[in-house]
């Protein structure tokens, strides 16, 4: 640790530094999240079966597809280092031991029983490297009996009960529009990392820590969970899934009402059509309170059909719920989505516009003024946006630091500094095939993306 | 339910992780599952509230269906091993009485609105004075700048601006519309990073000394959690569309939901169909006289494949028509084929396999003289413990930690 202050501060994880064994997504937005943060990340991979996502798209205008250009992997690994080696030859085994007595933490997102059999379980790695923690990301996790059963973020979300609850009444469940349960995942895997973190820092005790990317949903729909253990109220019948809605008539229980376990409740709760029709013209509008509706019934300018009293409260809003979204649906029509949401908000009611990706970074006043999408400069792919970080902190930093995993570029560095190498044995190496595949380029061209 | 949820994770000689950190937390139902996170993980969580308690005391479903500060499961579920500690800080001696904890804890997470704790002369400036480590965390909608920063928000609301509601729904032809996801999302990704941020400014006090302010808003946080989307746009300049149930893409792709026998659904996932793959999978299908035509030329490369996938789906939605899920999806995964069940809610504590890992614990609620099932810990850390205990009643430990002749 250097003893006096960086001009520039550094960022809280300053002098983590990580092996990443990581691949697709729900690992590498693990460690996305720890390079935000300062940690170093070295990131780990053999060319011949380099992480798939290198492919999983390229620009429009790309006349190669090769390992380094593809816009998705180097959005999602922004910040990372990369190192090549063979993990599965003793002396490409032997580096990978040496490193691991120079880190604070180790990540892979294998397969269970993957990394135990090349050498690295728990117990080896903690006789390595008693204050290493040790973090596996997998679908099951790695015990039980489904742990060698596979799964991509999709099939994740189906098995934890996400997927089931969105949809419309009557309708198949239509889930998630991508793989939620890769950012949540490696969103959950952040806060287990950093806590055994803290731990192993202060007890100089290092841990194993298993993360099952099914289960680390089942926290994230804990009040319908909680409905299902404690109230016995099964998630089924013909008036659910609910939409948009937060709370709706529960015909099948007597009288009492289903909830979406939003958090918040009210009616109207919705997204309505907005002028112009097209396929992302629409304003979410809710009303959370008797307050809230009230000022709704005004910006409407008062309405007939809704200055009944029984729509006063909340119980008679939910009561004539299909109709107040019928109403609201013709009226909102009149707006553009955005005029709508302003004029609302001006009103004193909580609106949304339902915003695309282009409408995102291209006409979203308050992400243009946190700069949500720093410009960087990619050494293939040039000077585009990334995403960038989503919290601050101060005094230490959070940042995409402009650097990229290309593969390979690091091996030396990493070599040379981290396990103080000379340049002959890395040379050395490299010509006997385990720092990178023996009669292999330096890039490839897939010819075709990955799906 | 006769099982036996204790996952290593009852009372352990070894320490949670975050023992003896001290948070104090204002919440309204955005900071929460951060202080729930780190209470199970062994901080120790004063929640202070308002004489009529927090916002998600009030937010349904509740306990056997009564109304009550005590019986929202919304709020029982993200405030496990917390205390609560009514506190009126429109009143000046409760304020008092708040910086007085202010200077002994080592957190503050802020889930108030903008604004809010300012109006009161309790701005972070002002608790940063009466403790200088301290890690302030500010949890808002909008964050603290920019023109939406005084805007009303709901979690529908923040799918829709985020980006969520635009990409989730269903395929065109039958698209109805932005269907966002149920389940309170827009929180929790919220609190999961929240938390996140929260732990590394408490390694970074560890390490080199000082406390910390974080700005946390939920906006931001979902606009940069929709994974493909972003790249999408910015590198092809094209936009996500609704497609149910699987990867995000800017064009229409084969459908991975089928109804099976039994009336539950499944996610077949047909990617990844290599060659070994794809012959495990036509074996399958033949044995029961369900392959179609998939044995056929036009299916023996992975290139011809992508080309057909719409009638090898076809093929896939009929195979599942004939046979109940659970049975097709243990059958699959037997083939290395990763599809999966579309479970509800209901139907995972009976899963053998979140089961065996403790997936569920049961909580006491000595008070009502049950204990009942809740959600396990997210992770399994195995050197620390995870423990929880059911939420406070609203006030139930006020005297305890402000005693009535301090007040």
């Given amino acids: 640790m250097s003893g006096s202050r960086d001009v520039q501060p550094a960022g809280a994880l300053d002098g983590v530094r990580v092996l990443d064994f990581t691949w697709s997504v729900a690992g590498p937005v693990l460690t996305r999240n720890l390079a935000i943060l300062g940690a170093e990340i070295l990131k780990v991979e053999w060319p011949a079966h380099a992480d798939p996502m290198r492919s999983a798209f390229y620009a429009a205008d790309a006349t190669y597809r090769g390992f380094n250009n593809g816009p998705f992997f180097a959005d999602l690994n922004v910040g990372k280092k990369s190192l090549t080696v063979d993990v599965r030859s003793p002396e490409g085994a032997a580096v990978v031991t040496r490193l691991l007595e120079q880190c604070d933490l180790v990540v892979e997102s294998f397969s269970s029983r993957v990394f135990e059999r090349w050498g690295f379980g728990y117990e080896q790695l903690s006789a390595i490297n008693p204050s290493i923690v040790y973090v596996s990301i997998s679908g099951f996790g790695h015990s039980g009996p489904n742990r060698d059963w596979d799964t991509w973020g999709p099939t994740a979300q189906a098995y934890n009960g996400l997927t089931h609850q969105s949809g419309l009444p009557g309708r198949e469940p239509a889930g998630w529009g991508w793989s939620y349960m890769d950012l949540a995942a490696g969103y959950t895997a952040t806060v287990a990392t950093i806590a055994a973190l803290l731990s192993a820092r202060a007890t100089g005790v290092g841990q194993y820590v298993d993360i099952s990317q099914i289960e680390s949903g089942i926290a994230l ?71 809230q509706w009230f000022a709704l019934r005004r910006a409407m300018g008062d309405p007939p059909w809704s200055a009944r009293g029984d729509l006063d409260n909340l119980s008679g809003r939910i009561e004539s719920q299909d109709e107040i979204d019928e109403e609201i649906a013709s009226w909102s029509m009149g707006f553009e989505k955005y005029e709508l949401m302003e004029y609302l908000q001006g009103c004193g009611v909580a609106a949304g516009a339902v915003q695309s990706a282009e409408d995102k970074m291209e006409s979203d006043p308050q992400l243009f003024s946190s700069n949500l999408w720093p410009y960087l400069t990619h050494p293939e792919i040039g000077r585009h946006r990334f995403q960038g970080v989503p919290f601050s902190m101060s005094p230490s930093p959070t940042r995409v630091e402009e650097r990229w995993p290309i593969l390979g570029s690091d091996t030396a560095s990493i070599l040379e500094g981290v396990l103080n190498m000379s340049a002959e044995e890395v040379a050395d190496l490299e010509a006997r095939g385990i720092t990178w595949p023996a009669g292999m380029g330096r890039d490839v061209d897939y010819g075709r993306e990955l799906w | 339910m006769s099982r036996e949820p ?57 306990h056997g269906d009564v109304v009550g500060p005590d019986s929202s499961l919304q709020f029982w579920h993200y405030n496990t091993g917390k205390e609560s500690v009514v506190l009126d800080l429109r009143e000046e001696t409760d304020r008092i009485s708040f910086l007085e904890l202010v200077g002994d804890v080592d957190v503050v997470l802020d889930g108030l609105a903008f604004g809010a704790l300012d109006s009161l002369h309790l701005d972070p400036a002002a608790l940063i004075r009466q403790n200088p480590d301290l890690v302030y965390c500010g949890v808002t909608a909008f964050g603290n700048g920019g023109p939406w920063r005084d805007y009303a928000s709901s979690d529908l609301v923040h799918l829709a601006l985020g ?66 989307m972003i790249p999408y746009w910015e590198f092809r300049q094209m936009n996500g569309i609704r497609q149910s149930g699987r990867h995000g893409r800017p064009y229409l792709t084969p459908r991975w939901n089928h109804r099976c026998r039994d009336g539950k659904y499944i996610n077949a996932l047909p990617l990844y169909l290599d060659n070994e793959r794809f012959a495990k999978m036509v074996d399958w299908f033949d044995s029961e006289g369900l392959a179609g035509d998939l044995r056929a030329s036009e299916y023996a490369t992975d290139q011809l494949r992508a080309e057909r996938m719409g009638h ?88 305890a930690v402000v005693p009535r002749e301090k007040k």
Avoid at chain 1, 237 to 256: E, H, L
């Fill in chain 2, 312 to 399: 090898i789906v076809d093929v896939i939605g009929e195979m599942c028509a004939a046979h109940d899920c659970d049975d097709m999806v243990s059958d699959a995964q037997r083939r290395r084929l990763p599809w999966g069940p579309i479970n509800a809610p209901d139907q995972l504590v009976d899963d053998v396999h979140l089961q065996e890992r403790h997936a569920f614990v049961y909580v006491e609620h000595e008070n009502l003289g049950v204990s009942l099932t809740y959600p396990g810990a997210p992770y399994v850390l195995k050197g620390t413990p995870w423990s929880t205990r059911r939420a406070p009643l609203l006030g139930e430990h006020t005297e």
């Fill in chain 1, 221 to 291: 729909n804990g009040a319908a969970i909680l409905d299902a253990t404690v109230n016995e109220r099964a998630f089924s019948g013909t008036d659910v899934p609910i939409g948009n809605r937060s709370v709706v008539k529960d015909a099948s229980q007597n009288g009492g009402t289903q909830s979406g376990y939003r958090g918040d409740e009210g009616v109207p709760y919705g997204i309505y059509p907005t002028k112009g029709g097209g396929y992302f013209d629409y304003c979410a509008v809710t009303a959370c309170s008797d307050e």
């Fill in chain 2, 163 to 228: 980006g969520v509601a635009a990409v989730c729904g269903y395929d065109e032809p039958h698209d109805d519309g932005p269907i966002a996801p149920l389940g309170g999302q827009a929180a929790n990704l919220t609190g999961l990073l929240t938390a996140s941020a929260i732990l590394a400014a408490l390694y970074n006090r560890d390490r080199v000394g000082g406390g910390q302010f974080i700005d946390v808003a939920t906006h931001d946080v979902l606009s940069l959690s929709t994974e493909m």
């Fill in chain 2, 6 to 62: 204790s996952r290593e994770h009852g009372p352990s000689t070894r320490q949670g992780a975050l023992e003896g950190i001290v948070v104090l937390e204002l919440d309204e139902g955005r900071a929460h599952l951060a202080g729930k996170l780190l209470a199970d993980l062994g901080a120790r969580i004063i929640k202070v509230e308002p004489p009529d308690g927090s916002a998600p005391r009030r937010v349904g479903p509740y």
